[in-house]
T-cell receptor
Framework: KAGVTQTPRYLIKTRGQQVTLSCSPI?????VSWYQQTPGQGLQFLFE???????NKGNFPGRFSGRQFSNSRSEMNVSTLELGDSALYLC?????????????FGPGTRLLVL | AQTVTQSQPEMSVQEAETVTLSCTYD???????LFWYKQPPSRQMILVIR??????QNATENRFSVNFQKAAKSFSLKISDSQLGDAAMYFC???????????FGAGTRLTVKP
């Protein structure tokens, strides 16, 4: 089975722009979570989707949004980019939405905001 | 709010020796899961081991085992017979039943010396 894939792997944007990141979960997985990883703040939870519904959201401004499609693929969008949005964005998928489910992480998208 | 603390930013171990990584957490919940994730350099994060809070028996996975002390809110990871491939960032994480977002510690960078 193919693992979690994220596209693009690297991205350079300038302040004020918007960006869309994509995540394809493992086949059959219906839950997708997004995390932001920075040297200063570490790993922080952004949001979780299950069956096209956002189940949980972390403490991030409204500039961060996401969605999940019927095939479980997910996208996250960041509008009006700020320098502090530079980070590794990780996507993780799991079979269901139970908390004991193993989350399988993708390789991440490294975003640099100039 | 639940917080996860890893007090050791870096640890070093000789190949074939044993090392213990520390993790403490703060929660008022009684039902939750604890996880250790491994993030090798430039590679995807993978689950090492997990522990259900209601289970008194410590989880083990081959060379990896945990020392779960619920009253002390401590969840340490022991790696036996350390191998060069164990070198990575190790993250302790917490997830409660009533709040699905995963909380991560700041991580411990483990170096394995040949």
């Amino acid at each position: 089975k193919a693992g979690v894939t994220q596209t693009p792997r690297y991205l350079i944007k300038t302040r004020g722009q918007q960006v869309t990141l994509s995540c394809s979960p493992i086949s059959g997985h219906r839950s997708v979570s997004w995390y932001q990883q920075t040297p200063g703040q570490g790993l922080q939870f952004l949001f979780e989707y299950f069956s096209e519904t956002q189940r949980n959201k972390g403490n991030f401004p409204g500039r961060f949004s996401g969605r999940q499609f019927s095939n479980s693929r997910s996208e996250m969008n960041v509008s009006t980019l700020e320098l502090g949005d530079s980070a590794l964005y990780l996507c993780a998928s799991s079979l269901g939405a139970n908390i004991q489910e193993t989350q399988y992480f993708g390789p991440g998208t490294r975003l640099l905001v100039l | 709010a639940q917080t996860v603390t890893q007090s050791q930013p870096e640890m070093s171990v000789q190949e074939a020796e044993t090392v213990t990584l520390s993790c403490t957490y703060d929660t008022s919940e009684s039902d939750y899961y604890l996880f250790w994730y491994k993030q090798p350099p430039s590679r995807q994060m993978i689950l090492v081991i997990r522990q259900e809070a209601y289970k008194q028996q410590n989880a083990t996975e081959n060379r990896f085992s945990v020392n779960f002390q619920k009253a002390a809110k401590s969840f340490s990871l022991k790696i036996s017979d350390s191998q060069l491939g164990d070198a990575a960032m190790y993250f302790c994480a917490y997830r409660a039943y009533n709040n699905n977002d995963m909380r991560f510690g700041a991580g411990t960078r483990l170096t394995v010396k040949p």
